[in-house]
């Protein structure tokens, strides 16, 4: 909970579309971007939208210059008045390295760094590579009484070589005589334990098929905007033995570039596979001309599996579970309203299949997050503004107990984060310009959790 990103994809033009860009940043990043729409044919039954880049990207940091490229291909065929057939299809490709985090030293926080730096700089440090394919074809049926029939299928197939300078922990008697090792932050005095990580040839394919239908109706003087859908889909997730590798001791002041490579695979991967059903039912009532009352509800049955890359620690498990949502909104003036929501969220969670814990591979209960929100939205000619109340509770799960021998821990949910606030949003124009003003104030706690240290706190 929390919100949704809606990525459009970019339709054909009912007239010729024909942009070219060229842009250019300090660094010397350099990029070339095509874009063309438009309609052809008998009546202008076919529709199309040709987005081509490519991009060579030099930013600030050391030894992080890269390059990609993308081509996309939108298409529509207005067979009749009553049928629409659309299909997509895209090609990425990504190639840069990656910049590896800071963290702290010791127990304290570290100055801002130069930006300059790059902890993955080393010898033997290569790119990370990203490919990318993507199809869809979607038909819309218009039927009688203004209703519409949709089928959407998609597919999407996804390699990456996952490759980087990995700087995590650190043991160094030198700034602790004793010995002292940090798992989770550097040393005191900057150093940290360098890996060399290699994850080669991963492959991700998801396929989807989404069938809907809607339509109105009325019932006396109140008009029902439906929408009922099933929803299908696959993922199958596929990797190869991984490398994480000591390769010796850095600093975060970037000075340290000789040490050696150690590229041999010393460690397992985990293969995923999923299953999913969704049964979707959501019903806008139009009350009278300000009010409008919106129902959904959601069911989903889903099946997850995962295997280590040799066999080992496989997990397999089950759930069903629905999810509502209700809002209502009232128009007190002109393009001004007042509404309030609440909705469920689900998180599905299995217990990782290792010996240190009690109940290894098992799934956790679903986890159900709730979210409630009361609002303001208004606009005029020149002005936009919002304003909102929010609270947010969502479960927790960690893990119980030391976890460094067998069966010394277990994993189960415990407590919950709870995130309560206010935000308000202002645009206005004037002339060519456009003025935006957000605030939001936000109080976040954890709280219910075993651990008292943690409990309560932001």
Request: glycine residues 8%; contains cysteine; neutral net charge.
């Amino acid at each position: 909970p929390g919100g949704l990103v809606n990525y459009v994809v970019k339709r054909p033009t009912t007239r010729d579309l024909r942009t070219v860009r060229l842009e250019t940043g300090s660094g010397g990043s350099v990029l070339a971007a095509m874009d063309l729409g438009g309609r052809l044919g008998t009546d202008l039954a076919f529709g199309y939208r040709l987005n081509v880049a490519t991009e060579t990207l030099r930013p600030i940091t050391q030894a992080l210059d890269g390059r990609r490229q993308l081509v996309a291909l939108a298409t529509d065929w207005r067979i009749n008045k009553d049928s629409i057939l659309e299909a997509e299809l895209e090609w990425s490709h990504k190639r840069q390295a990656s910049q590896a985090g800071f963290s702290l030293l010791g127990n304290a926080l570290p100055a801002p760094s130069d930006p300059r730096i790059n902890l993955n700089n080393q010898a033997w440090a290569q790119p990370v590579v990203l490919d990318g394919d993507t199809a869809s074809l979607r038909w819309r049926q218009k039927l009688a009484d203004g209703w519409q029939f949709t089928a959407h299928a998609g597919t999407q197939r996804l390699r990456s070589d996952d490759r980087i300078a990995f700087p995590f922990g650190c043991f160094d008697p030198d700034p602790a005589p004793d010995g002292t090792y940090y798992a989770d932050r550097y040393c005191p005095n900057g150093n940290f334990d360098l890996y060399d990580f290699r994850s080669e040839n991963e492959r991700r394919r998801t396929d989807a098929l989404d069938l809907s239908l809607q339509g109105k109706l009325r019932t006396g003087a109140i008009e029902h905007a439906l929408s009922a859908g099933v929803l299908q889909s696959r993922v199958r997730n596929r990797f190869g033995s991984q490398t994480f590798a000591f390769s010796g001791t850095g600093n975060v002041d970037g000075s340290v570039r000789d040490l050696p490579a150690n590229p041999v695979p010393n460690d397992e991967n985990t293969n995923r596979d999923e299953r999913s059903t969704e049964l979707s039912l959501r019903d806008a009532i139009t009350i009278d001309e300000r009010s409008t009352l919106w129902l959904g509800l959601r069911h989903t049955r889903l099946h997850r599996e995962s295997v280590r890359t040799d066999g080992s620690r496989p997990t397999n498990y089950a759930q069903s579970f629905t999810t509502p949502f209700v809002a209502a909104s009232y128009a007190f003036a002109p393009q001004q309203l007042v509404y309030a929501s609440w909705s469920r969220s689900i998180e599905s969670e299995v217990v990782p299949n290792r010996s240190r814990y009690v109940n290894a591979g098992q799934p956790l209960p679903a986890l159900k997050s709730r979210q409630a929100e009361l609002g303001l939205k208004g606009s005029s000619d020149l002005t936009e503004w919002s304003a909102a109340l929010f609270d947010i509770r969502r479960p927790l799960f960690n893990d119980i107990g030391s976890c460094d021998v067998d069966d010394s821990c277990i994993r189960q949910a415990n407590g919950e984060q709870h995130h309560r606030g206010i935000e308000a949003n202002l645009a206005t124009r004037l002339d060519a310009w456009t003025l935006r003003f957000g605030a939001q104030w936000l109080r976040a706690r954890v709280q219910g959790v075993s651990d008292a240290a943690v409990d309560g706190k932001e």
